[in-house]
């Protein structure tokens, strides 16, 4: 079974940077979307970034102009740059795959923004 693992999290103060990778232990076909998610402590996990097929990206607002979402087709992976930091950001990221039949998640990355 494809596993997606995650890496890149950290600690990090305001107005830092990381930047999260996420890769396919295997190969995955009829790749849809790819993304991010966050789940910051005591809320339901959210919508990041995410990239289609064909390259078209769509962000949260609260993002927008900070993180940048990329993909490579051929590794099968998606990485997060997120710069400007703010605590806010804090939680744990989790990659995600979703194909035509499929639907893959990673065990998260734990991301700390200190003020």
């Known amino acids: 079974q494809v596993q997606l693992v995650e890496s890149g999290g950290g600690l990090v103060q305001a107005g830092g940077s990381l930047r999260l990778s996420c890769a396919a232990s295997?190969?995955?076909?009829?790749?849809?979307?790819m993304g991010w998610y966050l789940q910051a402590p005591e809320k339901q996990r959210n919508l990041v970034a995410t990239?289609?097929?064909?390259?078209?990206?769509n962000y949260a607002e609260s993002v927008k102009g900070r993180f940048t979402i990329s993909r490579d087709n051929a590794k099968t992976t998606v990485d997060l740059q997120m710069n400007s930091l703010k605590p806010e950001d804090t939680g744990v990221y989790y990659c995600?795959?979703?194909?035509?039949?499929?639907?893959?998640w990673g065990q998260g990355t734990r991301v700390t923004v200190s003020s």
């Open positions: 990239i289609t097929s064909g390259g078209t990206t």
């Open positions: 295997g190969s995955i076909s009829g790749i849809k979307v």
């Open positions: 995600r795959i979703l194909t035509s039949m499929y639907d893959y």
